[in-house]
């Protein structure tokens, strides 16, 4: 009797406290990592706590219903599930725990730590899937973004509140950029979602970043690749609730997504799972709205004056730009920066080609000199870049380009200008100064010419 009565209080532990009883089912059906499970009345999105006979019990997630029973999939690995096996429903649906103890703390995607320490006691709670807020709640970009890059802070710039996307092949330099812009942007705080990443690069990115100083101010959610895919969908959806909760007390939030890609094929996974079919490149219509809706979370907030830059990298797969979720991210973010495969090869870092890149804001946040000086310095890079064979093969005359001498004859300094050790900080001030002491450099024997 007692034995039951323990197992009956273990059960409810975790439980929310609230009044009425806890609704729960029984498993009917599990096929191809889908689970049906009748009697279960709860939304979407729900938390359910399924029996099992090694005595732990695997959390799985409401993510559809038909014909009268719930849809669910496992949050963890595979277990070995039973036929009739009871499920009860935990946690408040639709909404995660948020606060200021997450600060300094590296969590999964269901906010339980992974870095070792203590449970976290977030005080205050969140709808995961965000606050829909009518679009002149949002304020426009007027602020300058520090993002610590030399390359971006003078020639594309970024705002306070803009959506950046980093495009690139595998393996070209988005995470190790991305690592930089982490460690050394003005911002009140971070919020850093490692989604679909390698389990290495998690552990490497938390053993750098939240040791030092800066510590206090960064809170990594991390989903590596091996895991269920609503979990990875809903680590980049918890991400985003942080920092929207941040935003919403005011404080100016840098969030780093990466990659949105992966966060795509988990939105993918799912659609397929629930028979939605394939379109574009297999990517069903849902999951390509899941990353509109992501991305649209961030920006300004009029009424608390906080905002939410975000900073998204997009993997081009095959290095093709024409890409579904490529196309999807481009055309809903405000500004991109492609990472050339060829500059990487070059050992040019961060290879950013700087002619394809852009920021769609830099027209309202930076000065008209520092805009005619960066689209001076963009002509002589697209000159440079688009006749390279011809002049490694000796077939240009010089004299048939003037901006194609003058880049030639430069080289050295635009590399210089462009090229950044990975970690090393170069400020928005230091940047833009660097610019003009460039275009100045540049400039100054056509000036005595004439
Ligand atoms: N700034 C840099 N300085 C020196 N080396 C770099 C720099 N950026 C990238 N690299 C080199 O490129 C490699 C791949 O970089 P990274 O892991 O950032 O690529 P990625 O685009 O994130 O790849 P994936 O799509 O596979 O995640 C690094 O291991 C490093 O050797
Ligand atoms: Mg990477």
């Known amino acids: 009797m007692l034995d039951t009565m323990a197992l009956e209080l273990a059960r409810f532990r975790g439980a929310a406290i609230e009044r009425g009883p806890v609704p729960s089912g029984r498993v009917v059906a599990c096929d191809g990592?889908?689970?049906?499970?009748?009697?279960?009345?709860?939304?979407?999105?729900?938390?359910?706590?399924?029996?099992?006979?090694?005595?732990?019990?695997?959390?799985?997630?409401?993510?559809?219903?038909?014909?009268?029973?719930?849809?669910?999939?496992?949050?963890?690995?595979?277990?070995?599930?039973?036929?009739?096996?009871?499920?009860?429903?935990i946690g408040s649906p639709g909404s995660v725990r948020v606060g200021d103890a997450l600060l300094g703390r590296a969590v999964d995607g269901l906010g339980q730590p992974i870095d070792g320490g203590p449970a976290i006691h977030a005080s205050e709670t969140w709808p995961l899937l965000g606050k829909r807020e009518s679009a002149l709640a949002r304020s426009g970009v007027?602020?300058?973004?520090?993002?610590?890059?030399r390359a971006v802070n003078a020639l594309a710039t970024m705002g306070?509140?803009?959506?950046?996307?980093?495009?690139?092949?595998?393996?070209?330099?988005?995470?190790?950029?991305?690592?930089?812009?982490?460690?050394?942007?003005?911002?009140?705080?971070?919020?850093?979602?490692?989604?679909?990443?390698?389990?290495?690069?998690?552990?490497?990115?938390?053993?750098?970043?939240?040791?030092?100083?800066?510590?206090?101010?960064?809170?990594?959610?991390?989903?590596?690749?091996?895991?269920?895919?609503?979990?990875?969908?809903?680590?980049?959806?918890?991400?985003?609730?942080?920092?929207?909760?941040?935003?919403?007390?005011?404080?100016?939030?840098?969030?780093v997504l990466d990659s949105l890609t992966r966060v795509a094929h988990a939105a993918r996974e799912l659609a397929l799972v629930l028979g939605e079919p394939g379109a574009a490149r297999g990517y069903p219509p849902s999951a390509l709205s899941t990353i509109t809706r992501l991305v649209e979370r961030a920006g300004n907030c009029a009424?608390?004056?906080?905002?939410?830059?975000?900073?998204?990298?997009?993997?081009?797969?095959?290095?093709?730009?024409?890409?579904?979720?490529?196309?999807?991210a481009r055309a809903i973010l405000d500004g991109h920066l492609v990472l050339s495969r060829e500059l990487a090869q070059r050992g040019h870092y961060p290879a950013i080609d700087i002619p394809a890149s852009l920021s769609r804001v830099m027209h309202d946040i930076a000065s008209a000199e520092q805009l005619e000086a960066a689209r001076r310095l963009r002509a002589l890079i697209a000159a440079r870049e688009h006749n390279r064979d011809l002049v490694m093969m000796g077939a240009y005359r010089a004299g048939s380009d003037p901006d194609l001498d003058c880049a030639l004859a430069h080289s050295n300094a635009i590399d210089a200008f462009l090229q950044q050790p990975r970690n090393a900080?170069?400020?928005?001030?230091?940047?833009?100064?660097?610019?003009?002491?460039?275009?100045?450099?540049?400039?100054?024997?056509?000036?005595?010419?004439?």
């Open 160 to 255: 306070v509140g803009q959506r950046m996307g980093i495009i690139a092949g595998s393996g070209v330099g988005k995470s190790v950029l991305i690592d930089t812009v982490a460690a050394n942007a003005k911002a009140d705080l971070a919020v850093i979602a490692l989604i679909g990443e390698r389990a290495r690069e998690v552990s490497d990115f938390v053993t750098r970043h939240m040791s030092g100083a800066e510590r206090g101010r960064m809170v990594v959610v991390a989903v590596p690749a091996d895991h269920a895919p609503n979990l990875r969908l809903r680590a980049a959806q918890y991400a985003s609730a942080i920092a929207e909760h941040f935003r919403a007390k005011g404080r100016k939030v840098l969030l």
């Open 33 to 89: 990592g889908l689970i049906e499970v009748s009697g279960l009345s709860v939304p979407i999105g729900s938390l359910g706590a399924i029996e099992s006979d090694s005595g732990d019990e695997p959390l799985a997630e409401v993510i559809g219903f038909r014909r009268g029973h719930s849809l669910m999939m496992l949050l963890g690995d595979a277990q070995l599930l039973q036929p009739r096996a009871s499920v009860r429903a």
């Open 142 to 149: 007027s602020e300058s973004f520090d993002c610590g890059v």
């Open 425 to 450: 900080c170069v400020n928005m001030t230091q940047s833009r100064a660097q610019l003009m002491d460039m275009l100045a450099k540049i400039d100054a024997p056509l000036v005595a010419n004439a």
């Open 303 to 328: 009424t608390s004056g906080g905002a939410v830059t975000g900073i998204y990298s997009v993997l081009a797969d095959g290095d093709d730009t024409s890409d579904p979720v490529v196309d999807t």
